[in-house]
């Protein structure tokens, strides 16, 4: 593919081509000091090239030395560029290499049996076992591998139709508050949501790696969560994506049980908001985050803050931080009354003539776009680009 300019074109939230340079800037703009350490844990995190993953998997590799393999599932550039996680990974790869450590990426589709057989291949032969876990999964459907059934996610409420306020940018950029209107899932929605959403792919990891005895004593495993604000609950923890984290969140007994032989405990990890492609589309999200940002300003923790927490807890260097239903609670600067009372009061308040006031819009739109590796400092985008960049291996 020859070089050329990558401009940011697309629809609401969504761009359709992603900048190469900025992608990997973007990483390495957040990347936080390697520090030494004695020993190398194995990792394997699922869902590495993007939001919280892409995060953890920064965090493990600078902070605590991971060795092991990243899995996503990204588009190859073809007619249009690559998807930005294709670019990200090449990054995060780079870095890997940087920090001295053995760590290879997969381009395959987490929720497959062959991309199971692979990776445990892979980590057999490579690293002899597994420390940790991190799964960090944000799908829009998944082919049960059992049945060969395809089940499609649904972002909807339960019970009854809701009405929310969001943000929306017009083409020039200006911000626009807007009402969006959602009925409510049925039964099989909600269901076919939690399948893609919940916990079967989880178990179906820890079940396969425990049946390969790959599975170090003491090894940790973590799937990502999130609460969120009452403002957003209609549309996100009370709906069918809410459903799905509860059973991704209740699958953890059943796992902490199987990993009794090996000393191993499996635990959720409830994280903050943050500005990810997968928030985005959610209705309500992107007002909310705003308003967050506006209250708490620069205290407002990023993924690779948080991911550094977890990384502590989850080796023992740190406490675990843990609420009465046993998950980590890494968004609890997040969920505090004073910051919740805050954004509620500004939520109420809210016009169309002060969002720009009210809430961080600019702020905002410069974190999503640079999801795409747009509007990020020291890339000239007047300057044309190779798109065709090979995944690192």
């Known amino acids: 593919m020859a070089e050329r300019i990558v401009r940011p074109t697309g629809r609401g939230f969504l761009l359709l081509d992603s900048h190469p340079t900025g992608c990997v800037e973007s990483v390495r703009a957040a ?50 560029t690559a998807t930005a996680g294709w670019y990200r990974t090449i990054a995060t790869a780079e870095f890997a290499a940087e920090a ?3 760590f290879t990426f997969l381009n395959a589709d987490a929720f497959a049996d062959a991309t199971k057989q692979e990776t445990l291949d892979l980590l057999a032969k490579r690293f002899g076992g597994l420390d940790h876990l991190i799964y960090s999964v944000a799908a829009p459907r998944r082919t049960d591998p059992d049945t060969g059934e395809t089940f499609q996610s649904v972002i909807k409420p339960l019970g009854a139709a809701h009405t929310t306020r969001t943000l929306e940018f017009d083409r020039d950029g200006t911000p626009a ?8 899932a049925d039964e099989a929605e909600t269901a076919a949501t939690v399948r893609v959403m919940g916990g079967d792919d989880w178990s179906r990891w820890i079940t396969a790696l425990s049946d390969r005895g790959l599975l170090r004593d003491g090894f940790r495993t973590v799937a990502l969560t999130y609460i969120g604000s009452k403002l957003t609950s209609a549309i996100y923890r009370d709906g069918t994506i809410g459903a799905a984290k509860a059973h991704l969140e209740s699958t953890a007994a059943g796992l902490t049980d ?44 990023s993924p690779m803050e948080q991911s550094i927490r977890l ?30 009372a ?45 798109p065709d960049l090979p995944w690192p291996t």
């Open 31 to 80: 990347l936080p000091p390697i520090a030494p350490v004695s020993r190398r844990p194995t990792a394997l995190v699922i869902g590495s090239s993007a939001g919280y993953g892409l995060a953890a998997t920064v965090a493990g590799l600078a902070r605590q030395g991971i060795q092991g393999v990243g899995i996503g599932f990204e588009r190859p550039p073809g007619r249009r």
């Open 100 to 102: 001295g450590s053995d």
């Open 177 to 184: 508050l807007r009402e969006l209107s959602a009925d409510p």
């Open 258 to 301: 199987l990993l009794k032989p090996v000393g191993g405990r499996a635990l959720t990890s409830v994280n903050g908001a943050a500005v990810t492609q997968a928030s985005t589309a959610i209705p309500g999200i992107a007002l909310y985050v705003s308003l967050l940002r506006a209250v708490l300003g620069d205290a407002l923790q």
């Open 311 to 340: 990384w502590d807890q989850l080796t023992g260097a740190a406490p675990l931080d843990l609420d009465e239903q046993g998950r980590i609670r890494l968004d609890r600067w997040e969920l505090s009354p004073d910051v919740q």
């Open 342 to 386: 805050a954004v509620a009061e500004r939520w109420s308040s809210i016009t169309p003539g002060t969002i720009s006031e009210v809430a961080d819009v600019a702020w905002f739109r410069a974190q999503f776009r640079a999801l795409y590796g747009f509007d990020i400092d020291g890339v000239d985008y007047d300057v044309p680009v190779e």
